[in-house]
């Protein structure tokens, strides 16, 4: 069985949301190619797809998207691996920081560098494939949390995730009336390691496999943009783009 947009890389597919929407594109009848540092899980995570899933083909390879160099190394080879690649999701993100001026520029650096510098390599390693084939679609995971700079601890975080959001608009809007689609996903909260620690706290939390469900039905459209799961989180988007800002400090 073929399916449109056969084949798909994930980056961050260790846990979480990447790890679950390989295992919902692998019931859907996609190849996959995996990444994260953690190859142990990912080796897991591929024979868990296999067993279910003899047909498909699942490959994975070590990355830390940190190392630019390799990003560009890694997603050449597993394109070359599974013959091309028809969608990448560029998904592996990290959740650390810090107050502004409190002596963490570190934590607050590791996150806009992960989830801001090391998404447009991997948008970069994404389209070079893409425009030398004519065809694919970019995926990239931003969060509910770019809607507007964020307080205290979410104020890198935030910056990240708004700012990765912005290079995929630039990248759709050069892509209009092209083959390459670009798909922005803006999640709310749904069940990861990266919010163990929040998990109790907000009734909007959803669970892994139906949030991770609204993420691969919005990717599946090839929308432009998706707040995900819709059901708070459209509405609230809206709340959050126009609400004042005594209301948005209490979102840390
Ligand atoms: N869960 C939510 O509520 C939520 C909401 C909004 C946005 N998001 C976004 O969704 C994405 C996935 O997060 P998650 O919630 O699934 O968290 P998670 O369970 O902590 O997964 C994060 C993934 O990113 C990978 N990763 C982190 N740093 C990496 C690096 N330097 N190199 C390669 N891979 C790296 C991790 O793999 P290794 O550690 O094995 O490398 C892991 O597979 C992130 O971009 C996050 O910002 C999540």
Redesign the pocket.
């Known amino acids: 069985m073929t399916t449109r947009r056969q084949r798909i890389l994930i980056?961050?597919?260790?846990?979480?949301?990447?790890?679950e929407m390989a295992r919902q594109f692998a019931a859907a009848g996609h190849d996959l190619a995996l990444?994260?540092?953690?190859i142990d899980?990912l080796a897991e995570l591929r024979a868990e797809i296999l067993a279910a899933y003899p047909d498909r083909t699942v490959v994975v390879r070590n990355?830390?998207?940190?190392d630019h160099d390799d990003v560009f190394i890694v997603f050449r080879a597993l394109a070359a691996e599974l013959g091309g690649l028809d969608r990448v999701v560029v998904?592996?993100?990290?959740?650390k920081g810090a107050p502004v001026g409190t002596g963490r520029f570190d934590v607050n650096k590791e996150t806009l560098t992960?989830?801001l510098v090391?998404a447009l390599a991997q948008c970069e390693a994404a389209m070079e494939i893409f425009r030398a084939a004519g065809d694919g679609h970019l995926v990239v995971?931003?969060?509910?949390?770019a809607m507007r700079g964020l307080p205290k601890s979410l104020t890198a975080y935030a910056a990240s995730?708004a700012g990765i959001a912005s290079i995929a608009e630039g990248i759709r809007a050069e892509m209009i009336g092209r083959t390459i689609t670009v798909t922005t996903l803006y999640?709310?909260?749904?069940?990861?390691?990266?919010?163990d620690r929040v998990a109790q706290a907000t009734p909007l939390m959803a669970n892994t496999v139906d949030g991770v469900r609204a993420m691969v039905h919005a990717i599946d459209r090839e929308v432009a943009e998706a707040a995900v799961p819709p059901w708070p989180w459209r509405p609230l988007s809206v709340v959050m783009k126009h609400a004042p800002l005594r209301f948005i400090r209490k979102f840390a």
Not at 11 to 18: D, R, V
Not at 35 to 38: E, K, T
Not at 141 to 145: F, G, L, P, R
Not at 187 to 195: D, F, K, L, T
């Open positions: 980056t961050g597919a260790s846990s979480g949301l990447g790890a990444c994260a540092r953690r899980r990355l830390d998207v940190n998904n592996a993100g990290l959740g992960t989830n090391s995971v931003s969060s509910m949390s995730k999640p709310g909260y749904i069940q990861s390691e990266m919010n």
